[in-house]
């Protein structure tokens, strides 16, 4: 079990920068693929970048990619999303989630467990 707290979001004008932490429990994050995703006021959940067990491979969303980073540090059992150049279109709930086999995966429905999400508005 692990249990994924996310922080960082708030509300910022476009081309601002925000960066996203998720924190995890237990003693195994090296062992997770990491994600985040975001979804949006009636639209469903969507992948903004995934990152595999050892950082060494990432994948992002081609309307993210140039602007949004991915990385990890196991020492600290942290996931970082930051954010460059935001759009009004970026506005969503922000989650992160952590799947337990160690290739990376584009589908939220294969990842195990998710944190509660943190907001991010973003204002023309």
């Known amino acids: 079990q692990v249990q994924l707290v996310e922080s960082g979001g708030g509300l910022v004008q476009a081309g601002d920068s925000l960066r996203l932490s998720c924190a995890a429990s237990?003693?195994?994050?090296?062992?997770?693929?990491m994600g985040w995703f975001r979804q949006a006021p009636g639209k469903g959940r969507e992948v903004v970048a995934a990152?595999?067990?050892?950082?060494?491979?990432?994948y992002y969303a081609d309307s993210v990619k140039g602007r949004f980073t991915i990385s990890r540090d196991n020492a600290k059992n942290t996931v970082y999303l930051q954010m460059n150049s935001l759009k009004p279109e970026d506005t969503a709930v922000y989650y992160c989630?952590?799947?337990?086999?160690?290739?990376?995966?584009?589908?939220?429905?294969?990842?195990?467990?998710w944190g509660q999400g943190t907001q991010v508005t973003v204002s023309s």
């Open positions: 989630a952590a799947r337990t086999r160690p290739v990376v995966s584009l589908s939220p429905d294969e990842y195990d467990y």
């Open positions: 237990g003693r195994t994050f090296s062992m997770y693929a």
């Open positions: 990152i595999s067990r050892s950082g060494s491979s990432t």
